[in-house]
């Protein structure tokens, strides 16, 4: 045993479940900080390296994915009202028994979990799905029994912010000039001010 497993104070047993059955040879440990992200974003990214796609030989048939360890699954984020309205469902087998998980009570029981489903929803269906979940080492905190492996930081590819669509910038463009009309005073009148104005007027 490594002193770095030693030291480690999460369970060992499994943390390190299954990795004799890898052949570990050529393979690259690659470290994914889990802080600050976006559970999608993150889980696409570990999807590609785990099927080895960002290899020039890539092969479909073929597991020559890297091994990946994630830290920090505890401070992943989501989008939306994920957190609240997404939900983990299983059934038992008994009638009646379908039984369902929110998002934030799952974050609060296992935060590893969120991130292997994640990934693995992402992965083919096919015979080499079990072996590629193998390669996935998920910890909630900062701390991982793997010190004495050659690390390599993965670094995420910047996020490309996409144009509005034109709906989207009508909307923003009218608050814009809505603000600017507040900010001005009140000098502007509206015109159904000035109509009913005209009416009174008339009368």
Not at 19 to 37: T, Y
Request: proline share 5%.
């Amino acid at each position: 045993m490594s002193v770095a497993a030693q030291s480690f104070n999460g369970n060992l047993k499994k943390a390190v479940a299954g990795i004799r059955r890898i052949n570990l040879e050529g393979l690259r440990w690659r470290v994914f900080d889990a802080k600050g992200q976006v559970l999608g974003r993150l889980a696409s990214q570990i999807a590609t390296v785990v099927q080895g796609k960002d290899k020039p030989t890539y092969t479909p048939n073929r597991d020559d994915g890297d091994m990946c360890v994630i830290l920090n699954a505890k401070d992943i984020c989501v989008t939306g009202r994920k957190l609240t309205d997404k939900f983990y469902r299983w059934h038992t087998g008994y009638v009646g028994h379908l039984k369902e998980r929110s998002l934030k009570d799952q974050m609060a029981k296992d935060p590893t979990e969120v991130i292997r489903k994640a990934v693995i929803r992402m992965l083919p269906r096919n015979k080499l799905r079990d072996d590629r979940d193998r390669k996935l080492r998920i910890f909630p905190g900062s701390e991982h029994p793997f010190g004495d492996k050659p690390l390599e930081p993965y670094v995420m590819p910047p996020r490309q912010v996409r144009e509005l669509r034109p709906r989207a910038r009508r909307a923003m463009i009218r608050a814009q000039k809505k603000s600017e009309q507040q900010q001005g005073g009140g000098n502007i009148v509206s015109k159904g001010k000035m109509r009913d104005e005209a009416s009174q007027l008339k009368a």
